[in-house]
């Protein structure tokens, strides 16, 4: 009798045992459904941020590219109006009218009237400072 007995609190306690560990595994699914779901998100958003930065990234390799095109279309112009540009340059560094004959490819008259053309517009700049 007290055998039996054991064996139907023995059954009972291992009826307990797992209906505490079934609810206890079902809290965990749960909790790790909801972990799922939380990573799922951020792998979403991260995909999404990363297809972003790769269109933002074609659209400034775009930009650069015609960039760099506009700038050899700038370098093929007529070579002597690079030697101007590139020649005032000089005159506002400070250069003098050999400079601009030796570093530009200009003739030492165009290199003379760039210099005068230099002094006549920093002349106004001058008497400026100068009455301040």
């Not at 933002?56 to 007529?78: H, P, S």
């Amino acid at each position: 009798m007290w055998l039996n007995f054991f064996f139907i609190v023995l059954a009972l306690g291992a009826c307990a045992a797992s209906a505490f560990l079934y609810v206890r595994v079902q809290r965990q699914a749960r909790q790790h459904q909801a972990l799922i779901n939380v990573l799922r998100n951020e792998i979403q958003a991260m995909t999404n941020s990363s297809i972003g930065m790769g269109r933002r990234l074609i659209e400034v390799e775009q930009k650069l590219n015609l960039t760099a095109d506009k700038q050899v279309e700038l370098e093929n112009r007529d070579p002597g109006v690079l030697a101007y540009n590139q020649a005032a340059r000089l005159m506002e560094m400070g250069a003098d009218v050999d400079d601009l004959v030796k570093n530009c490819g200009i003739g030492r008259p165009e290199a003379e009237l760039m210099a005068l053309l230099h002094q006549e517009l920093d002349a106004p700049d001058r008497s400026l400072s100068h009455d301040s």
